[in-house]
């Protein structure tokens, strides 16, 4: 079916370990994000690209990197893990900027301990 | 600013209406939404309404906007145990770089 794909679903890194999570989409979106969802916080958002090639900060960008160097894939990556990254990530991905084309990603749950 | 809120937690009756509450503080806003999150699940756009709207109803779904209290509302009517979820409200605003903002997610417990 088509929609966003987010490999691994589940992860636990130790504190200073390093890892990529992919997201890919097979609906031709120019624009793709990566959020981070914490309880009682809601959704904030990490990066985000408006297409192949770019990529800008969003709200909470410090300790992330990430690279569209491909317009279906959306590579979000953390170069040296902390505590405070423990969260669900989610990628989605949409045709305009307004958030009626959304489609999101099932979630990665990751663990840094 | 764009600070959106809502009260995190809501219990309903199976059969009753329930009504979700959000409030955002940027007037420009030009969409807002919500979105629905099931357990394990992403969001999913359950509905929108455009700023220049007062309501929107869509089967059991009714949106109400108030922008002079910027003030958004969700009533789901007939609330049935596959409505138990997390409900998102989100605003769209191009002072924001046309980004969303999404509020931190009211969690529905449908009981029997």
């Known amino acids: 079916n088509a929609g966003v794909t987010q490999t691994p679903k589940f992860r636990v890194l130790k504190t200073g370990q390093s890892m990529t999570l992919l997201c890919a989409q097979d609906?031709?979106?120019?624009?793709m994000y990566w959020y981070r969802q914490d309880p009682g916080m809601g959704l904030r958002l990490i990066h985000y690209?408006?297409?192949?090639?770019?990529?800008a900060k969003g709200e909470v960008p410090d300790g992330y990197n990430v690279s569209r160097l491909k317009k279906q894939n959306f590579l979000l990556g953390l170069e040296s893990a902390a505590p405070s990254q423990t969260s669900v990530y989610f990628c989605?991905?949409?045709?305009?900027?307004?958030?009626?084309?959304?489609?999101f990603g099932s979630g990665t749950r990751l663990t840094v301990v | 600013g764009e600070d959106v809120e809502q009260s995190l937690f809501l219990s309903v009756r199976e059969g009753d209406s329930s009504v979700i509450n959000c409030t955002y503080t940027d007037s420009s806003s030009t969409y807002l939404y919500w979105y629905k999150q099931e357990p394990g699940a992403g969001l999913q756009l359950l509905t929108y309404i455009f700023s220049n709207m007062d309501m929107k109803q869509d089967q059991r779904l009714t949106v109400l906007l108030n922008k002079k209290d910027k003030h958004l509302s969700l009533r789901i009517a007939d609330t049935q145990t596959g409505d138990s979820a997390i409900y998102f409200c989100?605003?769209?605003?191009?002072?924001?770089?046309?980004?969303?903002?999404f509020g931190a997610g009211t969690t529905v417990t449908v009981r029997a």
């Open positions: 989605a991905s949409s045709y305009e900027l307004r958030g009626d084309g959304y489609t």
């Open positions: 989100a605003e769209f605003f191009p002072s924001n770089d046309y980004k969303l903002s």
């Open positions: 690209s408006v297409g192949e090639g770019t990529t």
């Open positions: 609906m031709n979106h120019e624009y």
